[in-house]
């Protein structure tokens, strides 16, 4: 569905030419759920805003569903729904009306676009608040009609842009939901996020990138195992030392308990296959932390592992 070879993404020119993404690979297949992964400013956006047609490749090769975005912009995107990072709702419409004029967009007979809007309005769990203001709807609710006006043409490709940024735990759950709904449907989906528990909730397959590189490639499951260990221990010690010296100070201190040891601002992580094991052999030197955790890896330490920072930073 989508196939990239090389490409590249480069903004002003000269010596203070800045290039966002420096050259990569993708290759994303008809029904699957495609991540981007990695921190503000990796290079995702610029790679979705290429693939949506609407910036222009500075170099490579870029299809999408076999088209080529330099001739044949208007045609992609009559095939793809994009879910912009921003909600972009026009807050003097209804909620029904945001729809339906925007499925007056794409040309469609008023009557396919009334009944696609009630299908959608009903997807979404919108139904009931068809009448309402843009203005009166949660933040959950506004980011779950963003989506709803994304499928308004059944779109073979639906891109999100940070699909829940700035969400509540509940209503992050509630757009997942959506999400792999539609991916039931087989509608191919591709996403950028920051939150490794999103990526790990909704990717079949994902792309770690930092500074416009592709760093690591692979499935969640399959990444943790390859660039991390089961289980992370996080220790927290009481009066923090309140420098990076004091830090590595407690860090000397574990050295050999564990297969790394990652020293952070508030805390150290110790990677081991038993945390618990790896917990009790810190207590016997004599370290009381003022809280310790053991947690299974995720994406978050496998971009720690590749990058040296978090995917917050």
Known sequence: MIRAVGLRKSFGSGPTAFEAVRGIDVDVRRGEAFGFLGPNGAGKSSTMRMVAAVSPVTAGTLRIVGLDPA???PRI???IGVCPQEDTLDTELTVRDNLFVYG????????EVS????ELLEFVQLTDKARASVEDLSGGMKRRLTIA?????RPEVLLLDEPTTGLDPQARHVVWERLFRLKQQGVTLVLT???MDEAEQLTDRLVVMDKGLIVAEGSPRALIEQHSTREVVELRFAGEPGSDEGHEALAERVAGLADRVEVLPDRLLLYADDGEECLA?????GLRPAASLVRRSTLEDVFLRLTGRTLVD
């Open 71 to 73: 001739t044949d912009g």
């Open 281 to 285: 052999h810190v207590h016997e030197r």
């Open 149 to 153: 006006r994304s499928l308004i043409n």
């Open 115 to 118: 009944q696609r809007v009630d």
């Open 77 to 79: 995107r009559a095939r």
């Open 104 to 111: 007056r967009y794409f040309g469609l007979p008023r009557k």
């Open 193 to 195: 996020t920051h939150y």
